[in-house]
């Protein structure tokens, strides 16, 4: 019995007059009673899957045994249930939760199969200070990367352990093996491993094995292990283990909004290292909005021309190739968003080429073409520059501005350049168009390229889910922001949700993507709760600011797509979310810190300050 079955019913139990203490999964539950009521015994007698026992505070009868003060083990060779018909001066009864095997290791997100060797050890196995992460010696560069950041980690881990083993009963190292050498990396990149730990603790040599498809698998084998050995052994339940790991959803994503405050490209690269701990797939760039379109454009370069000052902030083309490399080498895609033809204000330079705007924020389609020809023009310019198979046009939030943005004429520009994009080759693939929620039910304009595994991608986040996608044959991607946008402040828990609830066909599921946690940074403007940090004079301020919302809270909704079970509640799996958030600060990236509450100015209750977090 889990946790979360043992939660279910103590409702039940403490309406009967008991009282209970929650403790963590593979702690003990308490519960305590005045003396025996018989009608608890019904609820009693549900606990029987589990481990309990009775507990007496003084000498008692329970099924016509006398038992001395203490534990009475139930297990053996009597029902639990028969501890309490005809007991007398009971006062107690105990239960001890095992926790599932997935929610055993110090793993996040949590593992899709972990099993134990049988009988388990007692000794742990300390790991070498020369540990060796050994790969193919035509691997590809990625994964050579990959394999000295982890090595260093693990070694990092073994010396600030303190431990001074040098015996030969140690972890030596991991082989790590791979099927294909391919760099490829797409959403249907395969990202399962199957990573082994040694049995033994008294061999002459111990080395793990990590068998992946890709190696973008075999980087997440490696962090798995490296979890495992944060702390410079292999735990004596870890001996022999099996974990055998592969996401659930394939887009596992993290929209970040910089068309409104820049968010600076070391922050970005911030973000991309936290997620690729976190098993995470797809980073979603929001590049322009009310206050700026965030990429130089060679073709428009009065895009750009102004954001100077206080303004100031766009990545250059270079920067993009950098971004796009650095996440690339960490698994993770970049898929670029100009939002179109509402959200225009950063688009208002294009006037000068062509562009016509019914007001400051929402562009129409002109009888003349001006707009979808330079629209056109940006998206396959940023198409060829960021190399993705997906580019997000919007498409949200537009209004009917009589008499020219008609909803006619915003669904014409929609359509013109989602068609577009579908037009559009990438390593000889079409490119798949892909908008928010409206980009369908406002305009309908996604019926241009059609649902599908080849057609348009709709983002559900306000009124509609994804199961409400699916089911109308399009693939879906939730991010419904009740539940995912970091920027509103939501309880941490409130990512842990099944995005798949609701859909019920297999060919629904096909269609269902995964989903996306959102970090919108309009309240980074003047005057929002973040304003004081509007601006490049406050960067280094805002990096832990921005940094501090994002992590760790992300990484719930990033496990939530990667494994999520029904029968887990969040106080189940909370134990490994909190490790991580200790890993992620221990690796030195912009996080909150552990057991602290972060808003957008300050980091536990104290003001953000180059020397605090």
Not at 87 to 93: D, F, L, Q
Not at 123 to 150: C, E, G, K, T
Not at 468 to 492: I, M, Q, T, W
Not at 520 to 549: R, V
Request: hydrophobic share 40%; proline share 6%.
């Amino acid at each position: 019995m889990g946790v979360a079955q043992l939660m279910a019913i103590l409702p039940l139990i403490q309406a009967k007059g008991c009282a209970f203490t929650e403790l963590s999964p593979g702690q003990i539950l308490h519960g305590f009673a005045s003396g025996y009521d018989p009608a608890h015994q019904p609820y009693l007698n549900t606990l029987t899957a589990a481990q309990a026992w009775c507990c007496d505070r003084g000498p008692a009868i329970c099924g016509g045994i006398t038992h001395q003060a203490g534990l009475f083990d139930a297990r053996q060779g009597r029902d639990p249930a028969s501890c309490s018909v005809g007991c007398s001066n009971v006062t107690s009864w105990v239960v001890q939760v095992t926790p599932p095997p997935e929610l055993s290791l110090p793993v996040w997100p949590i593992p899709r199969s972990v099993a134990f060797a049988q009988p388990a050890h007692s000794d742990s196995l300390s790991v070498s200070r020369s540990f060796v992460v050994q790969i193919p010696s035509n691997s590809p560069s990625a994964l050579a990367s990959a394999a000295a950041r982890y090595q260093g980690f693990i070694r990092d881990g073994v010396f600030s352990s303190g431990d001074a083993s040098t015996g030969v009963t140690q972890l030596d190292g991991v082989t790590v093996i791979i099927k294909s050498n391919s760099d490829n990396l797409t959403l249907e990149t395969d990202y399962s491993y199957v990573l082994a730990l040694p049995l033994s603790v008294d061999g002459p040599s111990n080395n793990a094995t990590l068998t992946a498809p890709t190696q973008y698998g075999a980087m997440y084998g490696l962090e798995t292990l490296t979890q495992i050995v944060r702390n410079g052994s292999v735990p004596a339940k870890a001996l022999g283990v099996v974990v055998s790991d592969r996401p659930q959803y394939r887009w596992r994503g993290l929209m970040i909004d910089t068309g409104r405050r820049f968010v600076p490209k070391s922050d970005v690269l911030n973000a991309l290292t936290a997620m690729s701990y976190a098993k995470m797939s797809v980073l979603h760039l929001h590049l322009s909005d009310d206050q700026r379109c965030a990429v130089e454009s060679k073709k428009y370069p009065d895009l750009t021309a102004n954001l100077t000052g206080e303004m100031g902030g766009f990545y250059t083309q270079d920067d993009v190739t950098e971004i796009v490399a650095f996440a690339k080498e960490r698994g993770v895609l970049v898929v670029p968003e100009v939002d179109l033809p509402g959200h225009a204000n950063g688009l208002l330079p294009l006037k000068h080429y062509g562009g016509r705007f019914c007001a400051p924020s929402q562009m129409y389609a002109d009888q003349g073409g001006g707009t979808v020809r330079v629209l056109t023009g940006l998206v396959e310019e940023y198409a060829a520059l960021f190399g993705s198979q997906i580019f997000h046009l919007g498409c949200d939030e537009t209004t009917v501005i009589e008499p020219l943005c008609t909803l006619n004429a915003t669904k014409s520009v929609e359509v013109s350049v989602s068609t577009a994009v579908h037009g559009i080759r990438n390593a000889g693939a079409p490119m798949w168009p892909m908008g928010w929620e409206e980009f369908h039910w406002r305009t309908n304009a996604s019926d241009a390229v059609g649902p599908g595994v080849t057609g348009a991608i709709i983002e559900a986040w306000s009124k509609y889910r994804a199961a409400d996608v699916v089911k109308l044959g399009y693939r879906a991607v939730e991010a419904y922001g009740s539940k995912f946008y970091l920027n509103h402040l939501h309880p941490v828990d409130s990512q842990w949700v099944d995005i798949g609830e609701g859909i019920e066909e297999d060919e629904e599921m096909q269609l269902m993507l995964g989903g996306e946690i959102a970090m919108w940074t309009p309240q980074y403007k003047p005057g929002g709760p973040g304003g004081i940090y509007y601006g490049p004079s406050t960067d280094a301020t805002f990096s832990k600011s921005f940094g501090g919302l994002v992590w760790p809270r992300a990484a719930v909704g990033a496990g939530a797509f990667w494994n999520f079970n029904n029968s887990w509640s969040f106080s189940d799996v909370e134990q490994r979310y909190d490790e991580f958030a200790a890993l992620l600060a221990g690796r030195g990236l912009f996080t909150c810190p552990a057991s602290c509450a972060c808003n957008y100015t300050t980091a536990c209750g104290k003001p953000y300050s180059a020397s605090n977090p």
